[in-house]
């Protein structure tokens, strides 16, 4: 199983959220207080800003050597299995399938009356989106801090940590849970863990090899 963060897509220009001493701040707040439960259900319009201004960014951007890697492995080896924790997309438009997305997708948008999920790029520009099921006020289909994440999706990943051989960690700061659990869980299990990062994480000295280095030019190598 290979897990990923946000450093997978630094070399498609996506900015990380931390990493080289600094945390990603967005009209003076920092991400973490945006990117929470209690500012959405607070400040929702500002909430759908600080998305639309996300996805103003990464529309012109496009998968990097890693992303394309990680799309060629899953035809490599038999039972592969690729997590991401990254909302960007970049997996899928490399070629990856089934992508557990631990985190969401920024092009979604969800109900929260009726569950629906909603693709962005169809929906007409508006300030604030609504369902056209019930009618209700949509919100971002990301996990921001303090909610829980999708039905099923860290099951899905936490039952491979258990069983997989080898565990790739690439591009995460490896601090917020229950993501960066994972690889605890394939490492106590006898997989054998990989972490790929230019930085040392509070995950490195649990895994077997840490390769230094950038995501784009070790995947490719490897
Ligand atoms: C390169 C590179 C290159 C650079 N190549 N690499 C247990 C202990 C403590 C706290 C908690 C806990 N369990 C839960 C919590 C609370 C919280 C949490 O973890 N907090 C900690 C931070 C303290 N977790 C949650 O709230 C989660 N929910 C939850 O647990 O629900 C149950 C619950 C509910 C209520 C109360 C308690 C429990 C949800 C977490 C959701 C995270 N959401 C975000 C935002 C998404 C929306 C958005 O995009 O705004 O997800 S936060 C943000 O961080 C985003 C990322 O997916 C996530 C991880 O970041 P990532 O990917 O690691 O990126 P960076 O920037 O941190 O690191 C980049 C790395 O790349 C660096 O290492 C660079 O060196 C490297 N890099 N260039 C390779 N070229
Ligand atoms: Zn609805």
């Not at 920092?30 to 500012?39: G, T």
Request: hydrophobic residues 40%; contains cysteine.
């Amino acid at each position: 199983m290979v897990l990923t963060g946000a450093g997978i897509s630094a070399e498609s220009g996506v900015p990380t959220f931390r990493g080289g001493g600094n945390t990603a701040v967005w009209k003076g707040m920092p991400f973490d207080m945006i990117s929470s439960a209690r500012m959405l259900e607070g400040d929702l319009p500002a909430v759908w800003e600080w998305f639309n201004y996300r996805r103003g960014l990464l529309e012109k951007l496009k998968p990097n050597a890693a992303h394309f890697a990680l799309a060629q492995w899953q035809d490599r080896f038999q039972d592969f299995m690729l997590v991401t924790q990254n909302i960007d997309n970049l997996h899928q438009a490399a070629g990856s399938r089934d992508v557990v997305e631990l985190h969401g997708n920024i092009w979604r948008a969800r109900c929260p009356t009726c569950a629906t999920r909603h693709d962005l790029r169809e929906l007409h520009d508006g300030s604030l989106p609504s369902c056209s099921d019930c009618g209700d006020p949509l919100r971002p289909d990301v996990v921001l801090f303090g909610e829980t994440l999708p039905p099923g999706a860290f099951e899905r990943a936490a039952e491979k940590a258990q069983s997989c051989d080898l565990c790739f960690v690439v591009g995460t700061s490896a601090v917020v849970y229950p993501a960066a659990g994972l690889p605890e869980i394939a490492g106590n299990a006898g997989a054998y863990v990989v972490e790929v990062n230019p930085e040392r994480t509070p995950l490195s000295d649990l895994c077997d090899e840490v390769i230094t280095g950038n995501a784009g030019e070790i995947l490719t190598l490897l």
